[in-house]
């Protein structure tokens, strides 16, 4: 059985300049998770909590098309790409196309 899906995943650094406090950065983070969730990723800070002025994000979406990750990935790439802070890293991958499932996962 041939099972059609692509995963997309996003990880990210981001360097805010001139955050003192967890508190200075804290509503762009909330508007760039909020609109990538709305963009259909499921997000998650990774990374030490206590380093102010910087930020891990990890970001996955998945599609049973290989173009709409791509798609995805692209309007991802495009909102993090932002003046309000400084993108350090930034690594886009896709995963999972066209997996053939062993005959024990198919019934």
Same mark, same amino acid.
């Given at each position: 059985?041939?099972? /059609?899906?692509?995963?997309? !995943?996003? @990880?990210?650094?981001?360097?805010? @300049?001139? %955050?003192?406090? !967890?508190?200075?950065? =804290? &509503?762009?983070?909330?508007?760039? =998770? /909020?609109?990538?969730?709305?963009? #259909?990723? &499921?997000? %998650?800070?990774?990374? *030490? *909590?206590?380093?102010? $002025?910087?930020?891990?994000?990890? %970001?996955?979406?998945?599609? #049973? $098309?290989?173009?709409?990750?791509? @798609?995805?990935?692209?309007?991802?790439?495009?909102?993090?790409?932002? *003046?309000?802070?400084?993108?350090?890293?930034? $690594?886009? /991958?896709?995963? #999972?196309? #066209?997996?053939?499932? *062993?005959?024990?996962?198919? &019934?």
């Amino acid at each position: 059985m041939r099972l /059609d899906y692509s995963i997309g !995943l996003v @990880r990210a650094e981001l360097y805010f @300049r001139g %955050a003192r406090t !967890l508190k200075d950065r =804290r &509503s762009h983070l909330r508007s760039l =998770r /909020d609109r990538l969730e709305n963009m #259909g990723f &499921s997000v %998650a800070q990774t990374g *030490p *909590p206590d380093i102010v $002025s910087r930020t891990w994000l990890v %970001a996955v979406t998945a599609s #049973g $098309s290989r173009s709409m990750v791509g @798609r995805n990935l692209d309007r991802a790439r495009e909102l993090l790409d932002q *003046p309000v802070w400084e993108l350090v890293f930034l $690594s886009l /991958d896709i995963m #999972g196309d #066209g997996e053939t499932l *062993p005959e024990w996962e198919t &019934s």
